[in-house]
């Protein structure tokens, strides 16, 4: 019993953490910088739903006489409510939320903690964020709060998050970091995941650290049923600094553009390259723009980019994203074994990524048989060519069929599939097909590197030679 008592005496003092006594205090320091938005949106009656009234009931002569009161026929706008969250960021007006708050809205009112509404205009909008920059005319200047920097929180960290659930009005819920760095389906995606609790209504409200500073924008939850469960995730503030800079700016995004198709270097396809590390953005295509003018091709593998190491093509589409249009950049690349550093002078991605890469239609081919690690092959002819989008394409080979139970339907090809290159050298017909293969089974390698196109669109996929790539 003695010695039960002392371990149980023993178990608190490690248990023993540093948190806040209480978040009054950096509740009325940032309060009133937190606000309700309400938008609304003319829509015509006749559009939606009408009531539910059974035929014959007293009340139906009502309802229509009531719908129908400008004359039979003629829809009755209808201003529905939309209720969000957002920040003031100036003392004269500048206020944060998410796209998705005001997105469609024809008003936008804006509701302080002392109860003064004013209405707001948008000053620009940022899709792959989700981030919307508004502005109000006070007549006084307005509590604000600054941006913190996201980059130096860390898991585990004290944060609030402060906003509008629900419709309710001026509420606060407290947490901790959980995670850093998540990414949901955007391209530029950085979020911080916290348990503090985020429901609807949240959206675009600040979430802030201890010192009172914005580290980031309440953006989207995780729920079975679409409430809270402690898996709230907020757009960091290192990202939303740089889009709302430029949404001030300019009232629109611009983002760098290099110019490139990617992938991600893959252990399977590392080796098929002969690399040592599966690290790095693989180039699978280069139109006309600023890597095809400094001499990027097909194959290079991105190592470096202004300076920094890039990991995977999330990475390097981030950090491009980052920099200046018009800046000229060191870029490092690996191209058959050696290192090579070009200087690309950046384009603007909103305006020349769908010059580049237009829209197009994926095939439809009917499978059938397997020839080669479960695939069939056939001649790329001219009719094939305008088909599949590859009119570019010289030489070249159809996939027509895909043995679904094959190594090549793991690795996701497809019927459709234009193969344009085999070990990073140009294939025109099947001959020239299996002589590449058959040099890389006597080079020693367990996989040959296949360039496919698909709709357009090419794609590095590394195809196991033999069964030995199976064990």
């Not at 004359?71 to 998705?100: C, K, M, W, Y």
């Not at 580290?215 to 402690?230: K, M, Q």
């Not at 995004?253 to 080796?271: S, Y």
Request: proline share 6%; glycine share 12%; net charge negative.
């Amino acid at each position: 019993m003695a010695l039960a008592t002392v371990i149980a005496s023993a178990l608190p003092s490690r248990a023993q953490f540093s948190g806040p006594s209480s978040f009054a205090d950096l509740v009325d320091q940032v309060g009133d910088s937190v606000v309700n938005i309400t938008t609304t949106s003319l829509v015509a009656s006749g559009t939606g739903p009408g009531p539910n009234v059974p035929p014959g009931s007293p009340l139906e002569d009502f309802f229509n006489e009531f719908l129908d009161r400008d004359g039979p026929g003629q829809p009755q706008p209808r201003r529905p409510n939309a209720l969000g969250s957002g920040f003031v960021i100036s003392e004269d007006g500048f206020i944060v939320t998410n796209n998705h708050v005001i997105a469609g809205a024809d008003e936008i009112m804006i509701e302080f903690r002392s109860g003064l509404e004013l209405p707001a205009e948008v000053i620009g909008t940022d899709e792959n964020t989700d981030i919307a920059l508004l502005k109000v005319d006070p007549d006084q200047p307005l509590d604000f709060v600054p941006f913190g920097d996201s980059d130096v929180m860390r898991v585990g960290d004290w944060v609030m998050a402060v906003g509008n659930p629900l419709g309710q009005g001026f509420s606060v819920s407290a947490g901790i970091v959980s995670a850093r760095e998540r990414a949901l389906s955007g391209t530029y995606d950085d979020f911080i995941q916290t348990d503090a609790a985020i429901n609807r209504g949240n959206s675009g409200g600040p979430l802030f650290n201890m010192d009172g500073e914005v580290v980031g924008v309440n953006t989207a939850i995780l729920s079975p049923n679409g409430g809270s469960i402690g898996l709230g995730f907020s757009m960091s503030s290192n990202v939303v600094m740089r889009v709302v800079e430029q949404l001030q700016e300019f009232g629109e995004t611009r983002r760098g553009w290099l110019g490139v198709r990617i992938q991600d270097v893959t252990p399977d396809i590392a080796e098929g390259l002969g690399l040592e590390a599966s690290a790095g953005a693989l180039v699978t295509d280069v139109p006309e723009g600023p890597a095809r003018e400094a001499g990027m091709e097909v194959g290079d593998v991105i190592t470096s980019f202004d300076g920094s190491t890039v990991e995977d093509t999330r990475e390097l589409v981030r950090i491009v994203g980052e920099s200046p249009v018009g800046e000229t950049v060191r870029v490092v690349v690996l191209r058959e074994g050696e290192t090579q550093t070009l200087l690309v002078t950046l384009g603007r991605r909103e305006t020349e990524e769908r010059v580049a890469f237009p829209d197009t239609d994926s095939p439809d081919v009917a499978p059938e048989q397997s020839d080669f690690r479960g695939l069939t092959l056939m001649p790329l002819t001219d009719e094939l060519r305008e088909q599949l989008g590859a009119e570019g394409v010289e030489g070249g080979l159809v996939i027509e069929a895909v043995d679904p139970n094959s190594e090549a339907a793991d690795r996701g090809l497809m019927a459709g599939d234009v193969i344009t290159e085999v070990g990073q050298e140009p294939v025109a017909d099947l001959d020239a097909f299996h002589a590449r293969v058959a040099e890389a089974a006597e080079a020693g390698q367990k996989s040959v590197l296949l360039l496919i196109s698909r709709g357009g669109n090419p794609r590095f996929v590394a195809l196991p030679i033999s069964d030995e790539e199976d064990e």
